[in-house]
């Protein structure tokens, strides 16, 4: 009876350890959304000091910009404001230090289906 008690016993320290190592592994999801970042937002409205994006949940965002601090990249080449359109999708990194919804830096990779942008 004792080896068979200290296979079970074995083995369920195994599957916890196992389980533990898979859930962490699993916890840093950048694709996800949170409180200071918004993944896969489309681009609705663009102003001068603001833009409107449609999050995946389907829930609309105003999001303040300054053209000074906020930093624009599409493919890590860093753009200005004004290079975003209606439609685009980006990810929006928030400053959290600031109590209204400002973006820090948004990013975009541009489609493997578009040849050309035309940047002004």
Known sequence: MKPRYFVTMFA?????FFS???MAATDVD????TDVRM???RVVEVTDARI????RSGV???IAIDRADTKVTIDGVTVSVKDLREGDVITIELDAQNPMKFAKNISMQSA?????RNRR
């Open 12 to 16: 369920a320290l195994l599957l916890t």
């Open 20 to 22: 533990t190592a898979v």
């Open 30 to 33: 950048t694709s996800e959304d």
């Open 60 to 62: 609309e965002h105003v």
């Open 112 to 116: 493997g289906t578009e040849v050309a």
């Open 52 to 55: 409107s994006v449609i999050a």
């Open 39 to 41: 993944v896969d937002a």
